[in-house]
């Protein structure tokens, strides 16, 4: 839901001015209930799915704090840099969680490749200072967003109804 939101914006769907309207999804359902499932994970011995949420979950809290709480005007003209390197080193951390993903399923897996992409294509943007690039990220982020509503619903969906019935791709 907050990768929908922002990448909404990102896309231009929404004008830029709204990106405040994500803070609360980043703080506390991209954030805190994120970080919270990965705990859960890592109880479970899920070393993936707890490195994975614990991760994106600090990826919100920190985008939340950089974005809305941060004044990075005394940066000057380095500011659009250091975002570009702080969405390049999430760029990096999806890559290998996007390898280890295929191990996943195939639900889990298309998130992390759709997931890379969007990070990427922000990347570019952010170190280009090239509108299309961000809008291409927003877009993508999109379509990362549904498939992880996917991913979600179908996990939900087969443990509810105890039995697999709504395809997940195992991997052999």
Do not use: H
């Amino acid at each position: 839901m907050t990768t929908f939101f922002l990448s909404v914006v990102n896309a231009g769907l929404l004008p830029a001015t709204v990106t405040a309207g994500v803070f609360g999804l980043a703080i506390f359902y991209g954030g805190i209930a994120q970080f919270a499932a990965g705990l859960w994970e890592f109880a479970k011995g899920n070393t993936f799915g707890a490195v994975a949420f614990c991760s994106f979950g600090a990826f919100w809290l920190s985008f939340w704090f950089l974005a809305g709480r941060t004044d990075l005007a005394a940066a000057g003209s380095s500011a659009g840099k250091a975002i570009a390197f702080y969405l390049l080193g999430w760029t990096i951390f999806t890559g290998y969680m996007m390898l280890a993903s295929f191990r996943v399923s195939g639900a889990v897996a298309a998130v992390f490749v759709t997931l890379f992409v969007t990070f990427a294509l922000l990347t570019i943007g952010a170190f280009t200072d090239v509108p299309v690039w961000n809008k291409a990220g927003g877009i993508v982020g999109i379509i990362t967003a549904v498939v992880a509503w996917y991913a979600s619903f179908a996990a939900v969906f087969n443990f509810t109804a105890k039995r697999p019935t709504v395809p997940v791709w195992p991997r052999a």
